[in-house]
């Protein structure tokens, strides 16, 4: 499984756009990126995957360049309730048990938006 | 559409002991897996289900273990509990094929004392 790593802590104001990167150097050709989102005392919640270039959706966007060894997760104009823990994963779907993909989290990168 | 439903919400059990929780998922979803959350880490895998059998699991002993049952709901189990074993315990249900898209459930919140 690919290692990231991704900064422990971001503040932002609101309406500004955030930027996460995460890094991920010996990502496979076959790994996919994907982020969750958790909120205190509540489960993760699924954002946003890709492979590579870009990709959107109506919470976020998902940049991945060309070489994929990391990626950038943009949240526009940020609110207070975007406060959470934001997580990057790579997820290889080859291999031993293919089709059941387990999610490895790391400690990912704590957003606080301030007023 | 409910989403994924774990009971209890919280459990406080001596160490020991053993611990029962449940967790229905998403309606259609038939993958159910299993996370143990430590305060301030990120969800540990424990193990999945898929089709009533293990498919997948974690590095956890063999004291953590698990069911599904024909309507896709899941159990997991803790036998001889320590006190390291209080955490949140977190299920996920995803379609098999959409590897990367779980629904969590709020969790259940394990104190052992």
């Known amino acids: 499984l690919a290692k990231t790593t991704q900064p422990i802590s971001m503040d932002s104001y609101e309406g500004q756009e955030v930027n996460i990167t995460c890094s991920h150097n010996?990502?496979?050709?076959?790994?996919?990126i994907t982020w969750y989102q958790q909120f205190p005392s509540q489960g993760p919640r699924f954002i946003i995957q890709?492979?590579?270039?870009?990709v959107t959706n109506e919470v976020a966007s998902l940049f991945i360049p060309a070489d994929r060894k990391s990626s950038t997760l943009s949240l526009p104009r940020v609110s207070l309730s975007d406060t959470a823990v934001y997580y990057c994963?790579?997820?290889?779907?080859w291999g031993p048990g293919a089709g059941s993909y387990q999610l490895t989290f790391g400690k990912g990168t704590k957003l606080s938006v301030i007023p | 559409d409910a989403g994924v439903t774990q009971s209890p919400t919280h459990l406080i059990k001596t160490r020991g002991q053993q611990v029962t929780l449940r967790c229905s998922p998403k309606?259609?979803?038939?993958?159910v897996s299993w996370y143990q959350q430590a305060l301030g880490q990120g969800p540990q895998f424990i193990f999945q289900?898929?089709?009533?059998?293990?498919?997948q699991r974690g590095n956890f002993p063999d004291r953590f273990s698990g069911h599904q049952f024909p309507n896709y709901s899941s159990e997991l189990n803790v036998n001889a509990l320590l006190l390291g074993d209080s955490a949140l315990y977190l299920c996920?249900?995803?379609?098999?094929?959409?590897?990367?898209?779980?629904?969590f459930g709020p969790g259940t919140r394990l104190t052992v004392t």
């Open positions: 994963l790579v997820l290889s779907p």
């Open positions: 289900y898929y089709e009533e059998e293990e498919r």
């Open positions: 996920a249900s995803s379609l098999s094929g959409r590897f990367y898209e779980q629904y």
């Open positions: 010996n990502i496979a050709t076959n790994d996919y």
């Open positions: 309606s259609g979803h038939d993958t």
């Open positions: 890709g492979y590579k270039t870009k």
